[in-house]
């Protein structure tokens, strides 16, 4: 096999897209990255719709935030966060998609 004819990563690439699919993984972060990926919401806001605590959605958004997958803005004393990159959004769709045609025994696209 001839190395110089086949494309690889770099080892910071690697780590990266390791590093979203961790985030994927995790149910909690996926039920709140498609919760945001319809709307921006508020930590009460998100609780509240998924039935999980305040400091356990806090901590997870902590996680997805340091990954640069959703950011916030402050407005007066309360932060709104939204989806950082349409792109993990678009693999998260295509997930879903993908899971639930399986659900239905649907033929893939």
């Known amino acids: 096999m001839d190395r110089s004819s086949h494309a690889f990563l770099s080892e910071e690439t690697t780590q990266n897209?390791?590093?979203i699919f961790k985030?994927?993984?995790d149910p909690t972060r996926l039920r709140i990255l498609y919760l945001l990926s319809q709307e921006e919401c508020s930590v009460s806001h998100i609780s509240e719709v998924l039935s999980l605590?305040?400091?356990a959605i806090s901590h997870q958004l902590s996680f997805l935030r340091n990954l640069r997958?959703?950011?916030?803005?402050?407005?007066?004393?309360?932060?709104y966060y939204s989806c950082d990159d349409e792109h993990v959004i678009s693999l998260l769709t295509q997930a879903i998609e993908h899971a639930e045609c399986d659900q239905r025994g649907g033929e893939h696209a």
């Open 69 to 79: 997958l959703v950011k916030y803005r402050r407005s007066a004393n309360t932060m």
């Open 17 to 19: 897209v390791s590093s």
């Open 23 to 25: 985030a994927l993984a």
């Open 53 to 55: 605590s305040q400091s």
